[in-house]
């Protein structure tokens, strides 16, 4: 039973054998312009609405330290180092998982907060 569950996320993290791959090339770029898109949502959130606004405790304490547009550059620049190291291991589908649940958790409630506000 261990190994079925184990085998069953193993494709996650398993590296793609094609060191090029339009796949993993179109996640990574998703995932940078999640970031991206992410970053000046949560600029323009925390100008409108103060800090408060943001729920990401990482995000909020770099903001905290180095000044919104420092905070944000900051904490998204590491995260896109980290989608591009990934990427270059070709971790192409633990990338696209990541930037599936960064739209869920990030991109979705920006919008639905900015249409209802």
């Known amino acids: 039973m261990a190994r079925e569950?184990?085998?069953r996320v193993?494709?996650?993290y398993k590296r793609w054998d094609n060191p090029r791959s339009p796949f993993g090339?179109?996640?990574?770029?998703a995932f940078f312009a999640a970031?991206?898109?992410d970053g000046m949502f949560t600029y323009v959130g925390v100008s409108m609405w103060g800090p408060t606004i943001e729920a990401n405790p990482v995000v909020s304490s770099a903001v905290a330290v180095a000044g919104l547009g420092a905070g944000l550059a900051g904490v998204k620049a590491v995260a896109i180092g980290?989608?591009?190291l990934?990427?270059?291991r070709?971790?192409?589908t633990l990338v696209a998982l990541l930037t599936a649940i960064y739209v869920a958790i990030a991109i979705l409630p920006w919008t639905a907060i900015f249409l209802f506000h």
């Open 10 to 12: 193993e494709h996650l």
């Open 25 to 29: 090339d179109f996640v990574v770029l």
């Open 86 to 88: 990934l990427h270059l």
């Open 35 to 37: 970031q991206i898109l």
């Open 5 to 7: 569950n184990g085998s």
């Open 82 to 84: 980290f989608g591009m």
């Open 90 to 92: 070709r971790l192409h």
